[in-house]
């Protein structure tokens, strides 16, 4: 496994979700949150400031419902240090996503092509905001590229689902 740019000193290796605050995902979900994880953990860059380079082991978690924590480690998964950042910026955007992505599910079981791509069209245009978002607000913390946002924006996402 190599990040974009195919330097293993600055990619995630390993990622887990502290979704204990979840009560339940459905299929669509789990599927998603799957794939975001598999496709990060295959390509990805991860360069936090001031941190030694890795590879990194990371834990993603929210605490107190208002900060995304970004727990990082080493490969033997001692840890190197947290990024945190607040999540508020983020709660119009995942609601949004939420929302195409609900309309978009039902869609494919019965609506014209042509409304499902619109819809799929509105859930990537909703995701990409919320990745170059997420991009910019980690800016000066931890450098990352786009995929390596968009899959870390799935993954907050699934971490705001409440049940």
Avoid: W
Wanted: hydrophobic fraction near 35%; aromatic fraction near 6%.
């Amino acid at each position: 496994m190599t990040t974009g740019n195919g330097d293993i000193r600055f990619r995630i290796s390993d990622i887990q979700l502290d979704d204990r605050l979840v009560v339940r995902r459905s299929a669509e979900v789990e599927h998603e949150m799957a794939v975001a994880i598999y496709d990060l953990l295959e390509s990805n860059h991860f360069e936090p400031e001031g941190l030694p380079p890795g590879p990194y082991r990371v834990c993603l978690a929210v605490r107190d419902g208002r900060s995304l924590v970004f727990g990082i480690g080493d490969e033997k998964d001692r840890p190197l240090g947290e990024v945190t950042m607040p999540i508020k910026s983020f709660r119009r955007i995942v609601k949004d996503y939420f929302t195409v992505c609900e309309s978009y599910f039902e869609a494919i079981k019965s609506a014209p092509p042509s409304r499902i791509e619109a819809l799929d069209m509105g859930r990537r245009s909703l995701h990409d905001e919320g990745a170059t978002l997420l991009r910019e607000t980690l800016d000066k913390r931890v450098t990352i590229d786009m995929e390596t946002s968009r899959r870390l924006f799935t993954l907050l996402c699934v971490l705001h689902i409440r049940s």
